[in-house]
C-alpha cells in the first residue's frame, strides 16, 4: 500500500469515527457563535415599524367618471407570463378604446402619444408595450403611411381574438345611443384612415421601407471597396 492511500485510509476511518460520535454515542455538537444582535437599531425598528412614512408621497387628482368601461377580456391576458403589467394595462386600455369608437371592426385608428398620455408613460414605453402583446397575438398593428408623403400619421390597431372573451368573439354588444344622432365632437383626425383613403403596410414591412434609405446610402459608398481583390484562377 503507498503513502497516498494510507492517507486516504486513515482521513476516511478519522471521518467516520467522528460521524459515528455524533449520530451513535449522542456527543454534543460543536458550539455555534451567535451572531451578534444589534439591540438599539431592533428597539428602533420595533419603534416605528408600525408608524406611517414621515413624507407620504403626493396625491394626485382622481378622474373624473365618464361613465367608460373596460369590456370583458379573456383571463388569458392576466395569465400569460411572457406581458408585463404595463402590456396588460395597455391592453386594457385600447380595448376600452376600441369598444367606444369601433365595436364592429375591432380597429383603433390611433398614435402613440394616446396610449402614452392615458397610461403616463413615454412613447418608447409604449411600443415596448405593443411589441409583446403583438408577438403573442393579442393585437395586430399596421402602420398608416401618409397619402402625400413617406411619413407614418399612425396606427391602426385591431383587436385579436385571443384578447377578446370567448362568448364575445363573434360580435360585441351594440351601443345604447342613437344612430342617427350626430357625435359631440367633430374633430375626427382618423375618420377616413381605416376606410382605404391612406395605406396600411405592416409593422415588419414599414421597418424594411424605413430602411431602404440606410440601404441605398450604403450602396453608393461601395461598402466592399476595401476588401482585396479577387486573384484571377
Request: aromatic fraction near 6%.
Amino acid at each position: 500500500m503507498t503513502m497516498q492511500n494510507a492517507c486516504a485510509q486513515s482521513a476516511f476511518v478519522d471521518a467516520h469515527r467522528h460521524l459515528k460520535t455524533r449520530i451513535v454515542e449522542g456527543s454534543a455538537p460543536a458550539p455555534v457563535t451567535a451572531i451578534p444582535v444589534n439591540t438599539e437599531r431592533r428597539a428602533r425598528s420595533l419603534q416605528t415599524c408600525h408608524r406611517y412614512r414621515a413624507h407620504e408621497p403626493e396625491r394626485r387628482p382622481v378622474p373624473k367618471d365618464s361613465g367608460a368601461y373596460v369590456p370583458e377580456l379573456a383571463a388569458r391576458l392576466e395569465d400569460d407570463p411572457n406581458l408585463c403589467d404595463g402590456a396588460r394595462r395597455c391592453a386594457r386600455k385600447l380595448a376600452e378604446e376600441t369598444y367606444r369608437k369601433d365595436r364592429d371592426s375591432r380597429s383603433l385608428a390611433v398614435t402613440v402619444t394616446y396610449p402614452a398620455r392615458a397610461l403616463g408613460r413615454c412613447r418608447r414605453t409604449v411600443q415596448r408595450y405593443l411589441r409583446p402583446l403583438e408577438r403573442e397575438g393579442y393585437i395586430a398593428v399596421d402602420v398608416i403611411a401618409g397619402a402625400r408623403s413617406r411619413m407614418c400619421v399612425g396606427l391602426v390597431v385591431r383587436l385579436c381574438d385571443p384578447l377578446i372573451a370567448r362568448h364575445h368573439r363573434q360580435k360585441w354588444l351594440g351601443s345604447a345611443r342613437n344612430a342617427g344622432a350626430t357625435a359631440a365632437s367633430q374633430k375626427h383626425r382618423f375618420k377616413g384612415y381605416i376606410k382605404g383613403n391612406c395605406p396600411q403596410i405592416p409593422v415588419q414591412q414599414w421597418a424594411m421601407r424605413c430602411m431602404d434609405g440606410v440601404f441605398c446610402s450604403l450602396i453608393k459608398t461601395d461598402p466592399l471597396a476595401g476588401l482585396p481583390a479577387i486573384a484571377p484562377a
